[in-house]
């Protein structure tokens, strides 16, 4: 293979800050890295107080359980996102309720918002999907219209912004992953924000097994082991000190690719990530989408990029409400257009440009060349 879908990059401070905390002896859960990195994380996305915890997924649970959601609760989800996100409602005991999402941004609107809304909605889970802003501002102004929180899922776009405020501004809560391929990573973690310091409170304690901070095997809550380890904050720390390199290195990467697969947009055969006016997008994952064909053609394509070229590629997720575990009757079809025809491309800090244009020239030729073609 000569290009793989994604790869960590390792540039900074990472390696340093590893020996420093091994040669400390703080390996487990508690240890100074961890608290630098919830200093450092919360100051580059301008965010109060960070919670650094074991996954994303993880910091999902947390949060949702902190905002009081009990079984018999709906939260509305988009049913074009990773599974972790209805999981982590499932194990609240809620209902995750799905919603459509938009075929040019891919992203929740309030428009399919309110097509999902029931007397039992509390939530509302706003996935910023590839590193692109949903529509926050609209979406925080209906869930205060309608009493309900908004937590947003940052876990693709980690220091994008919309009108200048970092996506995670927005919610009553926000979660963020530090997974091998996002943006800023620490291998598994991840990190909560939430707007109330009681539910930072709550949170805190939850993640150390519901432990009262002032008394010793006093366990308040039902509690989980969430915690972050201090040599994967280290690793964070390291990573976020070249946050906006990433970035930056993101933005060049997907700028390139548009610039390069235009002509096939203008001939109708694809569509390209957008970055809406007052958007500013980390493109976690550069992607395109097919205009037609179904999954069958998306995968012979995506199958001759890696046989003849040597590219990875992946497809996009799987609509939620197509899952067996979470299937029920009811149909989106923008979301499963998506399903069907997303093809992710490489897409990592230090891919060269050169790189780029091969990669381009290589998915030209499996798109117009596949006999498939409409
Ligand atoms: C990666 C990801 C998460 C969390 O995943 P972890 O692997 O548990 O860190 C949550 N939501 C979305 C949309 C993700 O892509």
């Given at each position: 293979m000569r290009f793989q879908t994604s790869r960590p990059a390792l540039a900074g401070n990472e390696m340093r800050y590893v020996q420093e905390a091994v040669a400390g002896g703080w390996i487990s859960g508690h240890g100074s890295f961890v608290t630098r990195f919830e200093n450092e994380v919360s100051?580059?996305?301008?965010l109060e107080d960070g919670i650094a915890v074991s996954s994303g997924t993880a910091?999902?649970?947390?949060?949702?359980?902190?905002?009081?959601?009990?079984?018999g609760d709906e939260v509305i989800v988009p049913s074009f996102t990773f599974v972790a996100c209805p999981n982590a409602v499932y194990y609240s005991g809620a209902r995750p309720v799905?919603?459509?999402?938009?075929?040019?941004?891919?992203?929740?609107?309030v428009e399919s918002i309110r097509a999902s809304l029931t007397p039992r909605t509390r939530g509302v889970m706003l996935v910023h999907l590839f590193g692109?802003?949903?529509?926050?501002?609209?979406?925080?102004?209906?869930c205060t219209e309608h009493q309900l929180w908004l937590l947003e899922d940052c876990a693709h776009s980690f220091g994008a912004r919309l009108n200048g405020m970092c996506t995670g501004s927005f919610g009553d809560a926000a979660c963020f992953s530090f997974f091998a391929n996002k943006v800023v990573s620490t291998g598994e973690g991840g990190m909560v924000f939430l707007k109330e310091p009681e539910?930072?409170?709550?949170?805190?304690?939850l993640r150390e097994q519901g432990m009262d901070p002032c008394r010793r095997h006093w366990h308040l809550h039902h509690g989980y082991n969430a915690r972050m380890h201090n040599l994967a904050a280290a690793v964070g720390c390291g990573q976020v000190e070249m946050a906006a390199y990433h970035i930056e290195e993101r933005r060049r990467i997907a700028h390139r690719y548009c610039r390069n697969l235009k002509r096939l947009e203008e001939a109708g055969d694809i569509l390209l990530p957008v970055e809406p006016p007052g958007c500013f997008s980390v493109y976690?994952?550069?992607?395109?989408?097919?205009?037609?064909?179904?999954?069958?053609?998306?995968e012979h394509i995506r199958r001759r990029a890696l046989e003849e070229f040597g590219i990875e590629t992946r497809p996009f997720y799987t609509p939620m409400h197509r899952l067996p575990i979470y299937q029920d009757g009811t149909s989106f079809p923008n979301s499963e257009f998506?399903?069907?025809?997303?093809?992710?491309?490489?897409?990592?800090?230090?891919?060269?440009?050169?790189?780029?244009?091969?990669?381009?020239?290589?998915m030209t030729v499996c798109i117009c060349g596949d006999g498939l073609r409409p």
């Open positions: 100051r580059f996305l301008n910091a999902l649970q947390l949060a949702i359980r902190a905002l009081g959601t009990k079984p799905f919603a459509d999402c938009d075929p040019v941004t891919r992203n929740l609107t692109l802003p949903g529509p926050s501002d609209v979406v925080r102004q209906f539910k930072r409170e709550l949170v805190r304690c976690w994952l550069f992607s395109l989408v097919l205009r037609a064909g179904g999954s069958m053609r998306r998506l399903g069907d025809h997303g093809i992710v491309l490489p897409t990592y800090s230090k891919l060269k440009d050169e790189e780029v244009d091969e990669i381009s020239q290589a």
